[in-house]
């Protein structure tokens, strides 16, 4: 399985931002699909998560900002980061549960200015 990860940039805070991430590859069923932010110098934290079912699940810093969700084959999820803030600069990490196990995507890199 393979993630493709994309979408990040440098944007002004107010603005926003939608990452998607691909999952490829063949055998794979669709299982909890999510994304985690590394800012330097700090541990990699959950941003936002959906689950098989479509229930989503949210760090407290970004609700009401961010919305995840996937396409109807699930192979593909979306946060829209809106409002965003320069808190919000991070690597960005996709993932995808599925065969047992916890997939990861390259990160990209988001960079809110003030």
């Known amino acids: 399985v393979q993630l493709q990860a994309s979408g990040g940039g440098v944007v002004q805070a107010g603005g926003a931002l939608r990452l998607s991430c691909v999952a490829s590859g063949s055998g794979f069923g669709i299982g909890a699909a999510g994304w985690y932010r590394q800012a330097p110098g700090k541990e990699r934290d959950l941003v936002a998560q959906?689950?098989?079912?479509?229930?989503?699940n949210y760090a407290d810093s970004v609700k009401g900002r961010f919305i995840i969700s996937r396409d109807n084959a699930k192979t593909t999820h979306y946060p829209q980061m809106n409002s965003l803030k320069p808190e919000d600069t991070a690597v960005y990490y996709c993932?995808?549960?599925?065969?047992?196990?916890?997939?990861w995507g390259q990160g990209t890199q988001v960079t809110v200015s003030s």
């Open positions: 993932y995808l549960i599925t065969l047992g196990q916890r997939y």
């Open positions: 959906i689950t098989r079912s479509g229930s989503t």
